[in-house]
T-cell receptor, first 117, second 113 residues
Framework: DQQVKQNSPSLSVQEGRISILNCDYT??????FLWYKKYPAEGPTFLIS?????DKNEDGRFTVFLNKSAKHLSLHIVPSQPGDSAVYFC????????????????FGQGTILTVHP | DVKVTQSSRYLVKRTGEKVFLECVQD?????MFWYRQDPGLGLRLIYF?????MKEKGDIPEGYSVSREKKERFSLILESASTNQTSMYLC???WGVGAYEQYFGPGTRLTVT
């Protein structure tokens, strides 16, 4: 049972335009969300996160939006650059799980973003 | 900068072989994780460890075991490799309780023939 889903396997965008990557989750206990970027032959690197007490978090060209009622989050990249071409994973955690949860993350399937010059 | 290193970038093994994947982090992190990444399935957690000699099963532990004898090192063991364990294996670490940002190594592409 996939608790975090990225339903778009790929997205193609023109340089300078907005990229919007989407993520849905089913576990209502998730309260902390992260986005990771992964280039080929490298490990994922952390991009941006958001707590469920917020509905938006911005860092430069990257903004994450959280809609708790819809159990949906999105990552906006504006303006998109060719160097943003990578696989993007969203991940979620239940920070109140306690016990041995120890920062466990549940990842989505990933979306391949291609930004064309 | 946090550095997580993995012993091999590419590995080819035969069915039935015992396989060791090693991961080392240099930032004194408490938590360490092993994932596998497969197309269409994303990253799936195999095992994690929150302290030396402590381990917990993740979502797909079958066919794997782990060892953490020192804080900086976390090993993934495939006792008898099978072709369905052909995958990209990623190691990650994080600070400890309440830390959710994980730092990843470059991955090991394992092929079992």
């Amino acid at each position: 049972d996939q608790q975090v889903k990225q339903n778009s396997p790929s997205l193609s965008v023109q340089e300078g335009r907005i990229s919007i990557l989407n993520c849905d989750y089913t576990n209502s206990m998730f309260d902390y969300f992260l986005w990771y970027k992964k280039y080929p032959a490298e490990g994922p690197t952390f991009l941006i996160s958001i707590s469920s007490i917020k509905d938006k978090n911005e860092d430069g060209r990257f903004t994450v939006f959280l809609n708790k009622s819809a159990k949906h989050l999105s990552l906006h990249i504006v303006p998109s650059q060719p160097g943003d071409s990578a696989v993007y994973f969203c991940a979620a955690s239940d920070t109140n799980a306690g016990g041995t949860s120890y920062g466990k993350l549940t990842f989505g399937q990933g979306t391949i973003l291609t930004v064309h010059p | 900068d946090v550095k997580v290193t993995q012993s091999s970038r590419y590995l080819v093994k035969r069915t039935g072989e015992k396989v060791f994947l090693e991961c080392v982090q240099d930032m004194d992190h408490e938590n360490m994780f092993w994932y596998r990444q497969d197309p269409g399935l994303g990253l799936r957690l195999i095992y994690f460890s929150y302290d030396v000699k402590m381990k917990e099963k993740g979502d797909i532990p079958e066919g794997y075991s782990v060892s953490r004898e020192k804080k900086e090192r976390f090993s993934l063991i495939l006792e008898s490799a099978s072709t369905n364990q052909t995958s990209m294996y990623l190691c990650a670490s994080s600070w400890g309780v309440g830390a959710y940002e994980q730092y990843f190594g470059p991955g090991t592409r394992l092929t079992v023939t």
